[in-house]
């Protein structure tokens, strides 16, 4: 790779590769990706803007002689966006995330939630009973439910997450009612089981991802209405600080999905003790530049540290999903 290559983010490499092997390839690939990340890879290709071959080569340097004659540039962006998603989902789910990308209009339905932007999800449910607003949420993945959750008036947030904890699992007639009422059809309904839903592991889950700003006031009001319950999801939580209780190993792997950008950032102020297991596991040299960036860093916002240390723990859990690290025992009462 150059040295003075461009700082593409993930999202912008993920999007080059995909323009680049062409529709049929990238199709395929897409059938293997969650609709977050479909929608992420989508949206990125949509605003990448011209793109040259430097781009290309900085990217994919060792396969560049493989797929020069298969490479989607120089076509009609939306058009290829389109033709992509199409073969990868089927006409009828790629139309919804095709429009909001392209066209930017909406879709609804339980199913079709997983493949909305938050707020269209907050404003489509906003005025539903909080019952059925903490069963919606319990259904979506916990990062896209804690960002729907913010954007809900704050005298309702509360209320929903201690619904959400003690919800006992729905049953499939039940979603199915509820799928009317959201103007769909639940694809697959009679296969999904009323314990995958709701409870305490979900609550937490959804708690990670959301600042501390908000989160704060939520544990007090549920702690002050039902300590036990509080403190059951305070215990099922993982925040940034409990990495300390990853393996050196998982750790390793942790730090290979990151970036440094996001590790300085997500390393202001933590406790020296996290630091140097971060730096212990990194190589010398890397360390030490780490270090110094450190100390010449400028002061950052909070709400952007946390960000950046949020987006580390849901990395973390997707490793841990696919069973390549083990998260440590989860925790404490302090944000970071």
Same mark, same amino acid.
């Given at each position: 790779?150059?040295?003075?290559?461009?700082?593409? /983010?993930?999202?912008?490499?993920?999007?080059?590769?995909?323009?680049?092997?062409?529709?049929?390839?990238?199709?395929?690939?897409?059938?293997?990706?969650?609709?977050?990340?479909?929608?992420?890879?989508?949206?990125?290709?949509?605003?990448?803007?011209?793109?040259?071959?430097?781009?290309?080569?900085?990217?994919?340097?060792?396969?560049?002689?493989?797929?020069?004659?298969?490479?989607?540039?120089?076509?009609?962006?939306?058009?290829?966006?389109?033709?992509?998603?199409?073969?990868?989902?089927?006409?009828?789910?790629?139309?919804?995330? @095709? *429009?909001?990308?392209?066209?930017?209009?909406? /879709?609804?339905?339980?199913?079709?939630?997983?493949?909305?932007?938050?707020?269209?999800?907050?404003?489509?449910?906003?005025?539903?009973?909080? &019952?059925?607003?903490? @069963?919606?949420?319990?259904?979506? *993945?916990?990062? $896209?439910?804690?960002?729907?959750?913010?954007?809900?008036?704050?005298?309702?947030?509360? %209320?929903?997450?201690?619904?959400?904890?003690?919800?006992?699992?729905? $049953?499939?007639?039940?979603?199915?009612?509820?799928?009317?009422?959201?103007?769909? &059809?639940?694809?697959?309904?009679?296969?999904?089981?009323? /314990?995958?839903?709701?409870?305490? %592991?979900?609550?937490?889950? @959804?708690?990670?991802?959301?600042?501390?700003?908000? /989160?704060?006031?939520?544990? &007090?009001?549920?702690?002050?209405?039902?300590?036990?319950?509080?403190?059951?999801?305070?215990?099922?939580?993982?925040?940034?600080?409990?990495?300390?209780?990853?393996?050196?190993?998982?750790? $390793?792997?942790?730090?290979?999905?990151?970036?440094?950008? $996001?590790?300085?950032?997500?390393?202001?102020?933590?406790?020296?003790?996290?630091?140097?297991?971060?730096?212990?596991?990194?190589?010398?040299?890397?360390?030490?530049?780490?270090?110094?960036?450190?100390?010449?860093?400028?002061?950052?916002?909070?709400?952007?540290?946390?960000?950046?240390?949020?987006?580390?723990?849901?990395?973390?859990?997707?490793?841990? *999903?696919?069973?390549?690290?083990?998260?440590?025992?989860?925790?404490?009462?302090?944000?970071?």
């Amino acid at each position: 790779m150059a040295e003075n290559k461009t700082d593409f /983010s993930h999202a912008q490499r993920a999007s080059l590769l995909l323009l680049a092997v062409g529709q049929d390839r990238a199709a395929r690939v897409l059938k293997h990706m969650g609709p977050k990340e479909v929608q992420l890879v989508g949206s990125t290709m949509a605003q990448l803007g011209p793109i040259s071959s430097v781009m290309v080569d900085e990217v994919l340097e060792e396969f560049i002689i493989e797929i020069k004659n298969e490479t989607g540039l120089g076509l009609d962006s939306d058009e290829y966006i389109r033709n992509m998603l199409t073969n990868a989902l089927g006409a009828e789910k790629a139309g919804s995330i @095709i *429009d909001r990308i392209l066209l930017g209009a909406n /879709s609804k339905g339980i199913e079709q939630l997983k493949w909305m932007d938050t707020r269209s999800i907050a404003d489509l449910i906003r005025l539903e009973h909080p &019952q059925i607003i903490s @069963i919606i949420l319990s259904l979506l *993945d916990a990062d $896209q439910a804690a960002d729907v959750l913010t954007l809900l008036p704050q005298n309702m947030r509360s %209320d929903i997450l201690m619904r959400i904890a003690t919800l006992e699992g729905v $049953q499939p007639a039940a979603l199915r009612e509820l799928d009317d009422i959201m103007e769909k &059809q639940l694809t697959g309904s009679d296969g999904v089981k009323s /314990s995958q839903i709701g409870g305490v %592991d979900a609550a937490a889950n @959804i708690l990670n991802f959301i600042e501390s700003a908000v /989160s704060e006031p939520m544990m &007090q009001d549920i702690n002050e209405s039902n300590s036990d319950l509080a403190q059951r999801i305070q215990d099922k939580m993982f925040v940034f600080g409990d990495l300390i209780n990853v393996d050196d190993r998982g750790i $390793q792997t942790l730090l290979r999905e990151v970036s440094t950008d $996001q590790l300085l950032l997500a390393l202001r102020g933590v406790d020296a003790g996290l630091r140097d297991k971060i730096f212990a596991n990194m190589s010398r040299r890397a360390a030490e530049m780490l270090r110094d960036d450190l100390e010449a860093a400028p002061p950052a916002r909070l709400s952007e540290v946390e960000a950046a240390q949020k987006d580390i723990l849901s990395i973390a859990k997707r490793l841990s *999903d696919a069973g390549e690290l083990a998260l440590g025992g989860g925790g404490g009462d302090e944000f970071v």
